[in-house]
């Protein structure tokens, strides 16, 4: 069997940071099922604006949520009414005081979310899986990126038998801490069932001050 570490769980605390910040005694369970909550409803209701990331940080009874988003104006929409909406529709779920943010992604190319899920589209367009996968490779080499792997698997092309197929271009040190190691990953809904898109993206190495903001 395949001895395998997310990357991302391999380095918080080391060079990246929780993406939930707070601490509990009492209600830890709660608010770690809103938390699930929360993330499940923003990505579903704005898959279309890109959603990177969603950082949750609490005090007290009040959470604020930290949309990373390729479009934040899809988010924002006009006159900041969408905000209000997304508000008002999160505090149903929960019973946090929530209070929204939104972040631009400025580089869209290099986050390996945004290159899974822009490959699991295409899968589901019926666009050919060597195409989409070796499109995003050059996108993101492009964009600077200095390493990156895409893998895909289940039944490509529509093949009777399940498989694997992955390409990778420049180095992906997936062991070595210290490097900016991005991991996405995102599920294509096909005819033929479900091909799973995983990304690997090297941007360099942290310095000594990226590892001291993780802590």
């Known amino acids: ?3 395998k570490v997310n990357p991302i769980g ?11 910040k707070w601490y509990a005694e009492k209600d830890y369970q709660r608010f770690l099922h809103e938390d699930i ?24 009874n009040k959470a604020k949520v930290f949309i990373h988003a390729a479009k934040p104006g899809l988010v924002i929409d006009k006159r900041a ?12 779920l929960v019973k946090t005081e929530i209070f929204l943010n939104v972040m631009e992604v400025r580089r869209v190319d290099t986050d390996a979310i945004l290159v899974a899920e822009n490959i699991a589209a295409q899968l589901e367009k019926r666009v050919s899986f060597r ?16 390493g990156i792997k895409v893998m895909c698997a289940g039944r490509l ?15 992906v ?22 091909i799973g898109v995983k990304v690997w993206i090297y941007n360099g190495d942290f310095n000594a001050t990226d590892e001291d903001r993780a802590l």
Not at 10 to 20: D, H, L, M
């Open 131 to 146: 195409r989409a996968m070796k499109k995003g490779i050059t996108q993101s080499r492009k964009a600077g990126a200095k």
């Open 81 to 92: 009414k969408g905000l209000d909406q997304l508000r008002d529709d999160l505090q149903v």
């Open 10 to 20: 391999f380095r918080v605390g080391i060079t990246r940071p929780w993406e939930s």
């Open 37 to 60: 909550q929360i993330r499940r409803y923003l990505k579903s209701k704005l898959f279309a604006a890109g959603i990177s990331k969603i950082r949750i940080e609490r005090a007290a």
């Open 1 to 3: 069997m395949g001895q």
């Open 173 to 194: 040190p997936l062991h070595t801490l210290r490097a900016n190691v991005e991991y996405g990953l995102a599920e294509a809904k096909t005819t033929y069932g479900v």
């Open 157 to 171: 092309g529509g093949a009777e038998m399940s498989r694997t197929e992955w390409y990778r271009e420049g180095r």
